[in-house]
């Protein structure tokens, strides 16, 4: 019998859009996450199972080898190698350059942001991603006060929490609704397929076999 490989992917965009890129690869997920309650779904494959959790979960469960696999942003890997020391254990074998969107600093519109920097004031930042932050203001010799959230960030500029930012921007209508402003750009994200290591290895051939299935995919898009 073939062992079976494990899949971890979070409910909404990242599911969505790793939902055609699977059918491509002949892989198709027999139960929607958002009318079900199973945390995990069988697929068409019966070596493949898909399992649903936290999108910033998606690592953790690769490198503890919960999952042998996991799509996940590159925003969400990073912190994650940061606070793991490197990522220990996590393969990134490829961009699967789907949920693209940006890191980027964001302000209020009458915040003056350039004047800020170049005075060297001490910013406060609010960010789920202190990580990225807080080494893209070290590297520009910014002084800056962090502020951790675990969301709805758009709202700390707007009450005096924090003079800035640093969140994900896609469209940029968000930030115009509450009237914030993109003054830099950190980075740009896509989502990774991220594979164990060590999984990789005991069962390399079918997990070769969804890797290139996948990279097939996303050539074809
Ligand atoms: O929601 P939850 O707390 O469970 O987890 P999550 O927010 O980490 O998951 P999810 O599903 O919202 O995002 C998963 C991944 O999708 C992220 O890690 C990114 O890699 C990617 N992605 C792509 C985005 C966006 N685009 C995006 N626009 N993730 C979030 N957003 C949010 C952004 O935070 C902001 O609030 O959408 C808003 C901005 O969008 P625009 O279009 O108005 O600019
Ligand atoms: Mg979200």
């Known amino acids: 019998m073939n062992p079976q490989i494990t899949l971890a992917l979070s409910k909404g965009r990242i ?3 790793t939902l055609p890129l699977l059918k491509a690869a002949g892989i198709e997920v027999l139960e929607d996450p958002e009318k079900s309650r199973k945390l995990i779904l069988a697929t ?3 070596g493949v199972r898909v399992v649903i959790v936290r999108a910033s979960d998606v690592p953790t469960y690769v490198q503890y080898g919960g999952a042998d696999l996991g799509v996940t942003g590159l ?3 990073i912190e994650h190698s940061a606070d793991w020391g490197g990522g220990a254990g ?3 074998p490829l961009d699967l350059r789907i949920a693209k969107c940006r890191v980027s600093v964001a ?4 915040f003056d942001y350039a004047n800020a ?3 060297g004031s001490r910013l406060r930042v609010a960010t789920k991603y202190v990580n990225i932050a807080r080494e893209f203001f070290a590297a520009k010799g910014v002084h800056v ?3 951790k959230l675990y969301g709805s960030m758009e709202l700390a500029p707007l009450t005096g929490l924090a003079d800035a930012i640093v969140d994900l921007v896609s469209t940029g209508n968000t930030l115009k609704a509450n009237h914030l402003v993109e003054v830099e750009r950190i980075m740009d994200i896509s989502s990774r397929l991220v594979v164990n290591q060590a999984a990789l ?3 390399q051939e079918p997990i070769r076999r969804v890797i290139d299935a996948f990279a097939g995919a996303v050539g074809k898009g």
């Open 15 to 17: 599911f969505d859009e």
């Open 44 to 46: 068409s494959q019966p």
């Open 75 to 77: 925003d969400t890997l």
């Open 90 to 92: 996590l393969y990134q």
């Open 107 to 110: 302000v209020r519109a009458d």
């Open 117 to 119: 920097v170049r005075q």
């Open 145 to 147: 006060d962090l502020i």
């Open 201 to 203: 290895k005991l069962k």
